[in-house]
């Protein structure tokens, strides 16, 4: 069955860094575009970055510029490299399968990030 398993949330202090992880299995994951989406406390998801089967990248403008979606397809993992993280970062970060006809139809369980002092 498809699984998907985020990695590497943690606390961290503005303008600190940190990767997050997402390991695939179940399925073929070079064939499938990927997204991470996130969900800070009391509002609704966010949709952060994509990245297409063959690596074209796509970023919400809150964070272009600091975050880098990549993947390695031979290790069936999705990452999500974050710089110069910022308070409104904190959120719960997903990975997600996308499929052009139905959007994104399995996700992972989230792992937190949490930016403070």
């Known amino acids: 069955q498809v699984q998907l398993v985020e990695s590497g949330g943690g606390m961290v202090q503005p303008g600190g860094s940190l990767r997050l992880s997402c390991a695939a299995s179940?399925?073929?994951?070079?064939?499938?575009?990927m997204s991470w989406v996130r969900q800070a406390p009391g509002k609704g998801p966010e949709w952060v970055s994509d990245?297409?089967?063959?690596?074209?990248?796509y970023y919400a403008d809150s964070v272009k510029g600091r975050f880098t979606i990549s993947r390695d397809n031979a290790k069936n993992t999705l990452y999500l490299q974050m710089n110069s993280l910022k308070s409104e970062d904190t959120a719960l970060y997903y990975c997600?399968?996308?499929?052009?006809?139905?959007?994104?139809?399995?996700w992972g369980q989230g792992t937190q990030v949490t930016v403070s002092s």
């Open positions: 179940g399925f073929t994951f070079s064939s499938y575009d």
């Open positions: 997600a399968r996308y499929v052009s006809s139905v959007g994104h139809d399995y």
């Open positions: 990245i297409s089967t063959g690596s074209w990248r």
